[in-house]
């Protein structure tokens, strides 16, 4: 399933419609992301991997992040669920 940020990438992600999977469904999650510094860390991580072992696929840094709570899988997101996630979101700030 694809992933989408509310708020971050204005409707839009990297692989299709937002927030919607190939299959059409949606998983909705709440997910930690690292700072710009650990992304650069992970890629020069990823590229030395790379060369040691001749990958030729980059990481997608976009993505990178740690799933902490799933709330839901969605044929159609639920306006009510997502409020209620962005409600709950802006209360751990």
Same mark, same amino acid.
Request: net charge negative; proline share 3%; charged share 25%.
């Given at each position: 399933?694809?992933?989408?940020?509310?708020?971050?990438?204005?409707?839009?992600?990297?692989?299709?419609?937002?927030?919607? =999977?190939?299959?059409?469904?949606?998983?909705?999650?709440?997910?930690?992301? #690292?700072?710009?510094?650990?992304?650069?860390?992970?890629? =020069?991580?990823?590229?030395?991997?790379?060369?040691?072992?001749?990958?030729?696929?980059? #990481?997608?840094?976009?993505?990178?992040?740690?799933?902490?709570?799933?709330?839901?899988?969605?044929?159609?997101? #639920?306006?009510?669920?997502?409020?209620?996630?962005?409600?709950?979101?802006?209360?751990?700030?």
């Amino acid at each position: 399933m694809d992933q989408i940020s509310f708020d971050f990438d204005h409707g839009q992600n990297r692989r299709g419609r937002a927030g919607e =999977s190939r299959n059409g469904g949606h998983r909705l999650f709440f997910a930690l992301r #690292p700072a710009t510094t650990v992304e650069r860390q992970a890629a =020069s991580i990823a590229d030395d991997y790379g060369k040691t072992f001749c990958l030729s696929a980059t #990481p997608r840094l976009t993505t990178l992040h740690v799933s902490v709570i799933g709330i839901g899988d969605y044929d159609v997101l #639920p306006e009510d669920v997502i409020f209620a996630a962005r409600q709950a979101g802006a209360t751990g700030s």
